[in-house]
């Protein structure tokens, strides 16, 4: 992704997937010279929007299944990690220092966000953001079907107003992504592969987050609410003041 926005300013679909494709080195791999032939293919793929209000988590439940292949021996001899993009709507965002201590417990090899990660912003002053994760694996256990559950924490931006009080925003199906190159070479050079789901079973690959804002037939009772509590707030603080200096000065004057 880092790549990806060296040469974009903004996430865009098209940009996003032309990107993608340029980035597929499958015809120079050493190991797997055909990506139609990769021992690894995604069976299954689950969403689910865990959690209540504006602060929840989208669990993924990926299922591989290992399949006949002319490769399948020399993926032993590979060091591969899957990589899971998640493209983020504009009405939420993730938090990067929350993401970097699930790091630090082990729950994912490494974890960044790119694109908006102004936190404060609301939501129609934002930019859509990415969440880019990877997780190193052994090898061995993609011989036989693997499970991969994921769960990302998001957090709703402040909404625009409208009638119902609700925003919708919704996700799509993440990107995944295998990376694998040999253990006992010093060269970066890799093999990378975009899993496709077109053969999976998916299941609410499309998630909604219904996410609370204001109702704009609310908004002159608010405010003037709103502005008689500030008015009566300065005045209770402008009395509890005057109060403390009088108490103040006739404490002086009595010493004198």
Not at 154 to 164: G, I, M, T, V
């Amino acid at each position: 992704m880092q790549s990806y926005y060296d040469r974009y300013m903004d996430l865009d679909d098209s940009d996003f997937e032309n990107f993608m494709s340029q980035q597929d080195t499958s015809g120079v791999c050493e190991v797997f010279p055909d990506s139609h032939n990769f021992p690894l293919r995604l069976s299954d793929l689950k969403r689910n929007l865990n959690g209540e209000g504006s602060h929840r988590s989208v669990s993924t439940l990926i299922k591989f299944q290992s399949q006949q292949s002319i490769f399948s021996s020399e993926l032993l001899s590979n060091s591969c990690e899957f990589i899971i993009i998640e493209r983020l709507p504009s009405g939420v965002f993730a938090d990067p220092f929350e993401l970097q201590r699930l790091v630090q417990r082990g729950v994912f090899s490494e974890i960044a966000v790119f694109g908006d990660t102004n936190l404060e912003l609301p939501s129609f002053l934002s930019n859509h953001s990415v969440v880019e994760i990877h997780l190193v694996v052994d090898p061995n256990i993609l011989q036989e079907a693997t499970d991969i559950d994921i769960q990302l924490p998001l957090h709703a931006r402040y909404q625009p107003l409208n009638e119902s009080g609700y925003s919708t925003v919704e996700f799509g199906a993440p990107d995944i992504l295998v990376c694998c190159r040999k253990k006992e070479k010093v060269a970066n050079r890799y093999c990378f592969f975009k899993l496709k789901n077109n053969d999976a079973n998916v299941y609410g690959a499309r998630i909604v987050w219904k996410i609370p804002s204001g109702i704009k037939a609310h908004v002159d009772f608010v405010s003037a609410v709103t502005f008689i509590a500030a008015l009566l707030s300065t005045f209770v603080i402008v009395v509890a003041s005057l109060y403390y200096s009088n108490s103040r000065i006739s404490k002086d004057l009595k010493q004198l």
